[in-house]
């Protein structure tokens, strides 16, 4: 089945080379310049994954990635002029699978994009078959009540609830749940999202270790099964 992509920009020189480049890879492809018409889109035509700009007429690319988060797991791609640290925290901080410059080469972009929808779609397709989380060697690990199917990319917390993460949150909540109640380096947790995270840095793993606490922790603020260890990474409490 041939993926669709809805596209957010609102300047038409640059959404019509970024539809013919798509288009070219064999994705169908909407167009939206704002963010309202962007949602109107994503229900009318829910699409298998976002690729949006931050600067729009309407409201800020943040604020589309906010509203769609509230409503779908859909992978979502910021191609933005914006190139700050502190942007591009944000928009991951959101929800954002991966953010890129704009100027990137047509041919990374396309790969990211494949890449994107791929594990998204494995993780669909693994749920399908596998049903609710069940033990199976290596394929789950289970800590502070949660179960972790790795080869399902699924997540339960403990009252059995499939719990839903976008594919870098749940590398690296994959990469914690390998080893529960041990201790994963910063470094062993930036290499679980290396590939699949533009040029990932040390900061980028705070902003997904907080999206995760608001996800499993009881109380974010006051962390009781993601725990910090100073210095040296993050352990899962058994």
């Known amino acids: 089945m041939t993926a669709h992509i809805l596209l957010v920009e609102d300047d038409a020189l640059i959404s019509g080379l970024l539809e013919f480049h798509l ?3 064999g994705y169908g492809v909407d167009i939206a310049a704002t963010v309202e018409d962007a949602l109107t889109a994503v229900e009318a035509h829910p699409p298998d994954l ?3 700009d931050l600067g729009l007429p309407d409201e800020d690319g943040l604020a589309l990635i906010r509203k769609v988060r509230g409503r779908s797991n859909v992978p ?3 191609l933005s002029a914006r190139t700050t640290t502190e942007q591009r925290l944000a928009a991951l901080e959101l929800g954002a699978d991966d953010y890129l410059t704009k100027g990137v080469d047509p041919g990374e972009l396309l790969l990211r994009i494949r890449n994107t929808l791929a594990r998204a779609q494995s993780g669909v397709a693994g749920s399908a078959a596998r049903g609710p989380a ?5 394929d789950v690990s289970r800590f502070s009540g949660w179960t972790v199917n790795f080869a399902g990319y699924t997540a339960q ?4 609830e499939d719990v839903e993460f976008t594919r870098s949150e749940f590398l690296v909540l994959a990469a914690l749940a390998r080893h529960p109640g041990r201790v994963v380096s910063r470094d062993a947790l930036l290499d679980a999202i290396s590939g699949f995270d533009d040029a990932p840095l040390d900061r980028t793993i705070d902003t997904y270790i907080s999206r995760l606490r608001r996800k499993i922790e009881p109380d974010p603020k006051n962390p ?3 725990l910090t260890m100073k210095g040296v990474g993050y352990r899962v409490v058994e």
């Open 23 to 25: 288009k070219s890879e």
């Open 50 to 52: 976002i690729l949006t």
């Open 76 to 78: 979502i791609i910021v």
């Open 134 to 138: 069940q033990s199976s060697g290596g």
């Open 157 to 160: 917390n403990p009252k059995g």
């Open 224 to 226: 009781t099964v993601i």
